[in-house]
Structure formats: C-alpha cells, structure tokens
C-alpha cells in the first residue's frame, strides 16, 4: 500500500457487513484451523498513513469558535476522525483491532509553536518520566518532555458504512488513559487467538478529573467473538485478517504537529507514580 493511501473499499458486501444485527459476537471462540497469535509482531519501516480517533478536550482546537480546526457540531468528550472531521459522539463504537504498536515521541511544547522534535525514543528514556521543577516538592510536577503512545490500528464497525480504518491513540501520560491502553492489550492478548478475531467497543461517556479539570477518556469493552459461522461474521473476519496481513513490515503513521491537546497532562493525577 503507499504512503498516504487509505484502504479503498467499494465492494458494497462490505457495506452490508457492517449491518450489526447480523454481526453479533459470540462468548465462545470458533472453531478454525488456524492457531494464530498474529497481531504482536513488531511493525517494519514502510509507511502507511491512517487517521486518528481523536478525543475533544477543553483546549481543543477543533471546539473553539473561530479556530481554523473547528468542527461544527463537536462537543466536549465527543471521539471524531481528525482527518475527515467525522464527528462519532460518545459512543459506544465498535471495532476490531487488526494491529498494535507502541511509539514514543518528543513534541515542541504548543507554547513554543508545536512540531516533531524525535519520532524514536527508545523505551526507559529519561524524557518519559515526570520531574521536580523543585527538589523540596513531595510528587512530581512537570510532565514528561517525550509521550509515549499505545496504538491500535482498528476497523471502526457503523451501520450502512464500509469497515473505517482509523487508529485509536491513546497517551499513558496519565493513569486513565494507561488502564484503558493495559485493559484492551489484555483483553486481545487473553483472547488466545489473532488480534482481528474479536469485537470491542470505546466510548467516552465517563470523564476523569484531577486538579486542573476535567478531560476524556476512552473506556474499552470486551465485545466477544466474530461470529464466523455466520456469512456476514465470515466476510469481516476474513477481510480484518487481510487488512492485518497487508500491515506486517509497515510502520503506521498518523498525522501529528505537536498541538494534539491533552487536558490531563496539566498535572501529574493524583495517586500517579512521581516516575510516570
């Protein structure tokens, strides 16, 4: 696939299959032939370009009248696709991973114009952890220069619409973020099969808060088995396997210019490791 093509799908079967009344995960695992893992190999160096389930914050950009990136429509917590402005509310959606990856990244500060500094650092960077502005302080108070993202390359599943893919980003600057990136990897890693075989669901409906507000957060469901058994279950199952397929070796890029607003990250939460 080149950079910056989306995944093109005319075939009005898949437009049917997205009908959920006729897929309905299933509790148990089907039977198959395969006894695949697939989904936890690392992601090689050729691009693919993909948008963003994104969160609307308080200091978002595309929910402030007058802002270039405002969307009409989008109110605080609602999830939207930052590239076509899709507004989606706050759920539940539901969706079917089909890969994961993990990224860590230092921005320009948006106080100081945005920007990419360092798309690579390596895991127990000193970047990533929160620190003292003042040795007499008991807790951490400045969050870390570099963020590291735990990333899901996702079919989004809406009636009447071919299966979207799009990645759900989520920080783990914070503990809310953190337990909803950990509780989605467990869910998929549990599961015992490929990453593409199950249903789950995000939504956005309970906020958190700590001392400077109050921001969203994804909370993420287990939603059982693709039905295989059924032809519709049967066709989704097969081409989230294709589409995963297609992804091994590639990098998944998402567009970012440093100002991704994250309310949380104002303040290290309370109850949050000093070294988070």
Same mark, same amino acid.
């Not at 079967?13 to 959920?20: H, Y």
């Not at 299933?26 to 936890?40: K, L």
């Not at 007499?136 to 390359?153: C, I, M, N, S, Y």
């Not at 909803?180 to 869910?187: E, N, V």
């Given at each position: 696939?080149?950079?910056? &093509?989306?995944? #093109?799908?005319?075939?009005?079967?898949?437009? #049917?299959?997205? =009908?959920? +009344?006729?897929?309905?995960? *299933?509790?148990? /695992?089907?039977?198959?032939? &395969?006894?695949?893992?697939?989904?936890?190999? =690392?992601?090689?160096?050729?691009?693919? /370009?993909?948008?963003? !389930?994104?969160?609307?914050?308080?200091?978002?950009?595309? *929910?402030?009248p007058g802002d270039g990136q405002f969307i009409e429509?989008?109110?605080?917590?609602?999830?939207?696709?930052? !590239?076509?402005? #899709?507004?989606?509310?706050?759920?539940?959606?539901?969706?079917?991973?089909?890969?994961?990856?993990?990224?860590?990244?230092?921005?320009?500060?948006?106080?100081?114009?945005?920007?990419?500094?360092?798309?690579?650092?390596?895991?127990?960077?000193?970047? !990533?952890?929160?620190?003292?502005? +003042?040795?007499?302080?008991? %807790?951490?108070?400045?969050?870390?220069?570099?963020?590291?993202?735990?990333?899901?390359?996702? @079919? !989004?599943? /809406?009636?009447?619409? $071919?299966?979207e893919p799009i990645v759900l980003s989520i920080k783990?600057?914070? %503990?809310?973020?953190?337990?909803?990136?950990?509780?989605?990897?467990?869910?998929?890693? @549990? /599961?015992?099969?490929?990453?593409?075989?199950?249903?789950?669901?995000?939504?956005?409906?309970?906020?958190?808060?700590?001392? %400077?507000?109050?921001?969203?957060?994804?909370?993420? #469901?287990?939603?059982?088995?693709?039905?295989?058994?059924?032809?519709?279950? %049967?066709?989704?199952? &097969?081409?989230?396997?294709?589409?995963?397929?297609?992804?091994?070796?590639?990098?998944?890029?998402?567009?970012?210019?440093?100002?991704?607003?994250?309310?949380?990250?104002?303040?290290?939460?309370?109850? $949050?490791? $000093?070294?988070?």
């Amino acid at each position: 696939m080149a950079d910056n &093509e989306m995944v #093109k799908q005319d075939d009005a079967s898949l437009v #049917k299959m997205t =009908d959920l +009344s006729d897929v309905t995960a *299933i509790a148990e /695992r089907p039977q198959t032939t &395969e006894d695949s893992f697939a989904g936890t190999e =690392d992601i090689g160096t050729n691009d693919i /370009r993909l948008p963003r !389930l994104a969160i609307a914050q308080g200091l978002s950009p595309q *929910i402030t009248p007058g802002d270039g990136q405002f969307i009409e429509g989008l109110t605080l917590f609602d999830m939207f696709n930052d !590239l076509t402005n #899709k507004v989606y509310g706050k759920g539940p959606l539901t969706f079917v991973p089909v890969q994961r990856q993990v990224r860590r990244m230092e921005f320009t500060p948006r106080s100081e114009g945005g920007g990419l500094v360092d798309p690579d650092v390596p895991a127990g960077d000193p970047r !990533l952890k929160w620190t003292k502005s +003042s040795p007499e302080l008991t %807790k951490a108070d400045l969050p870390p220069v570099a963020t590291e993202f735990v990333e899901f390359v996702v @079919l !989004l599943l /809406r009636k009447g619409v $071919a299966p979207e893919p799009i990645v759900l980003s989520i920080k783990t600057t914070n %503990k809310w973020n953190k337990r909803a990136s950990d509780q989605l990897t467990t869910f998929i890693k @549990l /599961r015992g099969t490929a990453i593409y075989s199950g249903l789950y669901t995000v939504d956005t409906k309970v906020p958190a808060k700590n001392d %400077k507000g109050t921001f969203g957060v994804p909370t993420c #469901k287990n939603a059982g088995f693709i039905p295989t058994g059924t032809p519709t279950g %049967k066709a989704l199952y &097969e081409f989230a396997k294709a589409f995963h397929e297609s992804l091994v070796g590639k990098t998944i890029v998402i567009n970012r210019d440093g100002n991704e607003v994250d309310d949380s990250m104002a303040a290290n939460p309370e109850g $949050a490791a $000093a070294d988070m």
